[in-house]
């Protein structure tokens, strides 16, 4: 179960806490060309939680398959951790050209904990490069099952890391190698999920190796992609990615950490998933959403959905007539052109958003809960710092729970103020 999110910037995070660092360059297996590094640390949180994070980063694997990856260990006769390595020919007990799976085991061991994301095991690009980052619970014996053995193991199992070899799984062989033998390559071959692909020692670090590696990492996982004119669908999982859609309808994730996605033509749907993202939404009527951190969403043209999830965003609608949920954290918002919706859902994690540019004969505030028109207070008051300093800023508050929901900019100008409910459409200065 992940303690921080997915991303570089929350590895670095956990970095900053860590009490141990680790490294490890993975060579190729069984003529894969696969090259790899990883990144682990061990973190012990005040409660005694314990928590490793590991990142991992390859290229030349098979490209559109996914790949299984564990960290394996070896034990001695009584029980104690003993010395893991890298599988070479020898290994090959059955002279087929290929280190199988059982047959490495002499040399990495038995695996004490796999590497799986939250959807499962990493999908390769089409280029055959992967980027993965998780975090995972040692306290958590689900963890440490082997897949192979079914042995139950423990985080004391796992310890000392730098014992330990990190194994990525997963190589095309061409049909007619091994043929005649036993084991999983045996002549009949095509992509072999099990067989390994690269693997390497862990190796203790220090803080500044462990983020020179991360850094090394992110730099090579941020894309810059320009796609088609067709409709895409396209996620740039981890990294510091520039996505622009072009025409089309298009379906466009940034992933992981601080992304710019400009969804061109079309009617787009733009996540900028976590940290810090900037969302472009373009012509079209779009549906934009930010993620866990402070966000930039503009719709620009067209009839627009915004939301700005968790953090405080800021949101702006552009032409057409938009519906804006700044989501949770203050947020500022500016409505634009058109008839526009701004949502508050009422709860108090809500925060209080600030809207620069309402147009009462326009735009509508909308309200998540029961409520009619006399369960709101409009209050006017000169902030000094938002809009113009002669001119009073409204508040509207919601009069059960005494919360601010929104905050008006010069909104003491407005003659009329629509507010939407459960109960109807209502002008709170009517």
């Known amino acids: 179960m992940a303690h921080l999110g997915t991303s570089y910037t929350s590895f670095e995070t956990f970095l900053s806490g860590a009490q141990a660092f680790y490294v490890a360059d993975l060579s190729a297996l069984n003529s894969s060309g696969v090259a790899s590094r990883a990144v682990l640390a061990v973190r012990t949180d005040a409660d005694g939680s314990r928590y490793i994070n590991v990142s991992i980063d390859a290229e030349g694997l098979t490209p559109d398959v996914a790949h299984v990856q564990h960290v394996h260990g070896l034990f001695d006769d009584d029980g104690n951790p003993a010395d893991s390595n890298a599988p070479t020919i020898a290994n090959d007990t059955d002279r087929d050209g290929m280190v199988e799976v059982l047959e490495g085991v002499s040399a990495y061991g038995d695996v004490i904990l796999s590497l799986p994301g939250s959807d499962g095991f990493p999908v390769a690009d089409s280029e055959g490069r992967m980027a993965f980052i998780q975090n995972y619970d040692l306290d958590v014996d689900?963890?440490?099952?082997?897949?192979?053995?079914?042995?139950?193991?423990?985080?004391?199992?796992?310890?000392?890391?730098?014992?330990?070899?990190?194994?990525?799984?997963?190589?095309?062989?061409?049909?007619?190698?091994?043929?005649?033998?036993?084991?999983?390559?045996?002549?009949?071959?095509?992509?072999?999920?099990?067989?390994?692909?690269?693997?390497?020692?862990?190796?203790?670090?220090?803080?500044?190796?462990?983020?020179a590696v991360l850094a090394e990492q992110r730099a090579d996982a941020s894309l810059n992609t320009i796609l088609d004119e067709t409709a895409d669908l396209f996620d740039g999982g981890v990294g510091d990615d520039t996505i622009r859609g072009n025409d089309g309808d298009d379906t466009l994730l940034g992933g992981g950490d601080r992304d710019f996605i400009d969804g061109g033509t079309g009617n787009d749907m733009l996540s900028g998933g976590s940290e810090t993202d900037t969302v472009y939404g373009g012509a079209g009527d779009d549906m934009i959403s930010g993620g866990t951190a402070g966000d930039f969403l503009v719709g620009q043209a067209g009839n627009d959905v915004l939301a700005g999830n968790a953090g405080s965003d800021v949101l702006f609608g552009g032409d057409g007539d938009d519906f804006i949920n700044g989501g949770f954290g203050n947020d500022r918002i500016n409505t634009g052109a058109g008839s526009d919706k701004v949502y508050h859902s009422g709860d108090a994690g809500h925060g209080t958003d600030w809207i620069q540019d309402f147009d009462g004969d326009a735009d509508t505030l909308v309200f998540g809960g029961a409520a009619d028109a006399d369960d709101f207070v409009v209050s006017n008051g000169v902030t000094g710092s938002a809009g113009s300093a002669d001119i009073a800023e409204t508040f509207i508050t919601h009069q059960s729970t005494g919360q601010v929901l929104w905050a008006l900019v010069d909104g003491a100008d407005l003659d009329s103020l629509s507010i939407q409910t459960d109960s109807g459409v209502f002008d709170l200065l009517g």
């Open 142 to 211: 689900a963890n440490f099952v082997s897949p192979v053995t079914m042995t139950q193991y423990d985080a004391d199992d796992l310890m000392p890391l730098e014992m330990r070899e990190i194994v990525l799984h997963g190589v095309e062989i061409p049909d007619g190698i091994g043929a005649g033998t036993d084991g999983e390559v045996d002549g009949d071959n095509g992509y072999i999920p099990i067989l390994p692909a690269a693997a390497g020692d862990i190796e203790v670090a220090t803080l500044d190796d462990a983020l």
